[in-house]
């Protein structure tokens, strides 16, 4: 039924099925055990994947061994994949409503915020394919007169990517079409729950001609099938985008066989307003980086870190641009904020809250939870707001994954700068100033992968993700994405007559 009328959303009245693509063939849920996937928005059956077996995940990893080692795929002119490429993201284009359906339906997240994210990730892919033809080495024609050095950047192999469930699809597309551009070859592993992009996705390359082989799609476990991947033979590289604590235990699996590990990890990004910033842009974009996605962003701007002389002020002022925030049915495309994505999230926000009221902080905004919210039976988390918190408290040092905000007063540039860097994390910050000074002071002195000034969770395909200290290990995107799906080879050339010998003649 249509509950949205003006849209292309509706809740359906059957689950919808997917099918894995290993060696470029799609093989269906009536084959294999099925994953069932429960709305967190509606508690309604809204999808079925099928388990991989370890025999599909082996299955997955030899074709893409295969299409690597054995067929063209790596060798082609760049321009060939570029349009490749090109054409997976004029598809996605085509599929945007079918895909954030599938998103809204088993992430929780609004159609409003999806859409946006499908629009990046088509730009990704776009961008992606320029790389293809613009991956190259370096030469050295300064050794001598009868030699010459060649750097060759050449691709690396197969590349095991490895996703969680709060941006499917965008963060597949900051791995996928960079590696394939390449050269490389994929076998892909997104969260068991929320697979379902991925794995249209499988069907989107079958469409665009993708040859076989040269993307895998596989659903199923992280413990089983996620770590199969990281500690097979056969992997070049793991790219992995999850929690830090995920993140360690895949750096272990995949050092056995010294596989190159990319992470992308979690975060506790500092939001810092200082007073002669524009206090009404800072608070909308405050309140849009905690809400966004319910909080639950890797980037998510969950401590806000308030100037005192504007603290009081500037703090009403985000609660009520929270409080305007319309909470609701994800699949209504005036909604901002749906519910968390699991029962486990649920409580563990619950547990964050309980936590905050212990250590005494003030609870400013919301504190409530609820399993219905407008109509809808979902895992609804109500914007929360603690002020007056300590730098060292729980809730300002440890990765919530929810709609809780934790504000810190300061008063100089510097203070500022040691409570944002007090974490374990080192991912994003945000900083609000109309003082040129100022920005540049605090964007060189945040230890964190991203600092952005006057804006939030901005972002473009040319600048790369990286994570400081434990939000992760390398980058994606951009062009430096060359560097992690390519390795180099050194090639020296010596020119006739070749007269150099290690035992003269004669001897
Ligand atoms: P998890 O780390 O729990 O899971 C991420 C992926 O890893 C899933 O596909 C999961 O599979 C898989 N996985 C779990 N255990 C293993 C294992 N032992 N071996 C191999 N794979 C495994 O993260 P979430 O999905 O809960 O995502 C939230 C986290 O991701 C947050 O910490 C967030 O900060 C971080 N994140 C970081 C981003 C960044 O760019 N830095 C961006 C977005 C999120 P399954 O769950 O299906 O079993």
Same mark, same amino acid.
């Given at each position: ?6 849209? /292309? ?5 059957? /689950?919808? =099925? ?47 061994? @295969?299409?690597?080692?054995? @067929? ?13 490429? +090109? !054409? %997976? ?29 499908? =629009?990046?990730?088509? =730009? ?34 197969? $590349? ?21 551009? +390449? ?27 993708? /040859?076989?082989? $040269? %993307?895998? #799609? ?16 056969? $992997?070049?590289? %793991? ?21 190159? %590990? ?9 939001? #810092? ?60 495309? @005036? ?47 109500? /914007? ?32 500022? +700068? ?86 003269? !003649?004669?001897?």
């Amino acid at each position: 039924m249509n509950a949205h009328p003006s849209t /292309p959303y509706a809740l359906p009245d059957a /689950p919808r =099925d997917f099918s894995l693509l290993i060696d470029g063939s799609l093989i269906p849920v009536s084959d294999r055990e099925p994953i069932d996937r429960t709305s967190p928005a509606h508690r309604r059956l809204v999808s079925r994947y099928p388990r991989a077996t370890a025999a599909d995940t082996d299955s997955a990893v030899a074709a893409a061994k @295969t299409a690597f080692e054995k @067929t063209d795929w790596a060798t082609m002119p760049g321009a060939a994949r570029a349009r490749l490429i +090109l !054409k %997976v993201a004029e598809l996605i284009r085509e599929h945007k409503a079918e895909l954030a359906q599938i998103e809204a339906l088993e992430g929780g997240k609004p159609v409003s915020a999806i859409e946006g994210e499908i =629009d990046v990730s088509v =730009d990704l892919w776009e961008y992606a394919a320029t790389l293809a033809r613009h991956a190259y080495g370096d030469t050295y024609d300064t050794l001598g007169k009868d030699t010459m050095g060649l750097v060759l950047r050449q691709p690396i192999g197969v $590349v095991a990517m490895i996703t969680p469930w709060n941006f499917p699809l965008l963060i597949l597309s900051q791995k996928l079409p960079f590696a394939l551009a +390449l050269g490389c070859t994929a076998v892909v592993k997104p969260s068991e729950l929320t697979s379902g992009t991925a794995l249209l996705l499988g069907e989107l390359l079958q469409k665009a001609g993708m /040859p076989a082989g $040269v %993307v895998n #799609i596989l659903a199923g476990s992280g413990s089983t099938i996620g770590m199969q991947l990281c500690s097979h033979t056969d $992997v070049a590289v %793991v790219s992995f985008t999850g929690s830090t604590e995920v993140g360690k235990t895949i750096s272990r699996a995949a050092a056995d066989t010294l596989k190159r %590990v990319s992470l992308e990890l979690g975060g506790k990004a500092a939001h #810092i307003v200082f007073a002669d910033a524009d206090l009404e842009a800072a608070a909308d974009k405050v309140a849009f980086g905690i809400l966004h996605n319910a909080g639950q962003c890797c980037v998510s701007g969950t401590r806000l870190l308030v100037q005192r002389s504007v603290a009081e002020q500037f703090s009403q002022a985000v609660a009520a641009q929270i409080k305007s925030v319309r909470v609701g049915d994800p699949l209504d495309p @005036t909604v901002k904020v749906g519910p968390v994505i699991s029962k486990q999230q649920y409580e563990t926000i619950g547990s964050y809250i309980a936590i905050g009221k212990e250590e005494n902080a003030t609870l400013m905004l919301g504190g409530t939870q609820s399993l219905q919210h407008g109509g809808v039976d979902g895992y609804f988390v109500e /914007p929360t707001i603690f002020a007056d918190v300590s730098p060292d408290m729980r809730i300002a040092q440890e990765e919530i994954f929810g709609p809780v905000l934790a504000i810190i007063p300061f008063d100089t540039v510097d203070e500022a +700068l040691e409570i944002a860097n007090s974490t374990i994390y080192g991912l994003a910050s945000g900083v609000w100033t109309s003082n040129l000074d100022t920005a540049f002071k605090c964007a060189r002195g945040l230890r964190s992968g991203t600092v952005e000034v006057n804006t939030y969770i901005a972002g473009a395909p040319e600048l790369p993700l990286v994570g400081h200290r434990q939000s992760g290990v390398g980058h994606e995107k951009g062009r430096f994405a060359v560097e992690e799906f390519t390795e180099l080879k050194t090639v020296q050339l010596q020119f006739g007559p070749l007269t150099d010998r290690w035992v003269p !003649k004669g001897n």
